[in-house]
């Protein structure tokens, strides 16, 4: 399996809804990434997992707050958000948080916050 | 992290090479050149990287000036599937440095 499977692909939801993303990758990867992407604009970085434990959070707001169960699962919860945060949500795994690798991305959750 | 500069569109005729330039003259000496692409509607794809040397792999090649301060990725035989974004990422080959995007190349292989 050489893949970063990302669920659900769409997701509208409300501004008062509580809703989660889930990653998922079985390559043995330990560094897992959440990145957002709005319309024509490149990817951003939100956060970096490493072994499990948050490494980097770059400054997001507490509106989304990642979870790592375990080494194969990556969450992203999101609660109160608004409607500037529609965007592509993408995860990416690596080996480790070594630079040497490339980054497997999923295909992301296309989120709609109305 | 070295900033790179990359023109923000070109077109390709199918069949044809496809070269992508980017310029990066601040890089470091342990700096990197990485390639991605985004497809639309997918996550980025890695596709190569080096630090000095030329590059080859089965989707493309990374020819690195000797200065290092620009590059340029080669699709030898762009076909429509190669139609991206293409980014040009240089990167510190030091443990918690992750991957900038910056804007790109927007790609069109035209028939």
């Known amino acids: 399996d050489t893949e970063v499977t990302q669920t659900p692909k769409h997701l509208v939801m409300g501004m008062t809804n509580k809703k989660s993303l889930k990653c998922e990758q079985h390559?043995?990867?330990?560094?897992m990434y959440w990145y957002k992407q709005k319309a024509k604009k490149p990817p951003e970085l939100m956060f970096v997992y490493s072994y499990e434990k948050l490494s980097i959070n770059e400054s997001v707001p507490s509106r989304f707050s990642p979870e790592c169960p375990n080494s194969s699962l990556l969450n992203l919860h999101l609660h109160a958000l608004q409607p500037e945060d529609s965007a592509l949500y993408l995860c990416?795994?690596?080996?480790?948080?070594?630079?040497?690798?490339?980054?497997?991305f999923g295909s992301g959750t296309r989120l709609t916050v109305v | 992290d070295a900033k790179t500069t990359q023109p923000p569109s070109m077109d390709c005729a199918e069949g044809r090479a496809a070269n992508l330039p980017c310029n990066h003259s601040?890089?470091?000496?342990?700096?990197?050149v990485y390639w991605y692409r985004q497809i639309h509607s997918q996550g980025p794809q890695y596709i190569i990287h080096g630090l000095k040397n030329n590059e080859t792999n089965e989707m493309a090649s990374l020819i690195i000036t000797e200065d290092r301060k620009s590059s340029t990725l080669i699709l030898p035989h762009a076909t429509l599937r190669d139609t991206a974004v293409y980014y040009c990422i240089v990167r510190v080959h030091n443990y918690g440095q992750n991957f900038v995007f910056g804007p790109g190349t927007r790609l069109s292989v035209l028939p």
């Open positions: 601040t890089i470091s000496g342990n700096e990197y």
């Open positions: 990416a795994s690596s080996p480790e948080q070594v630079p040497n690798y490339g980054y497997t």
């Open positions: 390559m043995g990867h330990r560094a």
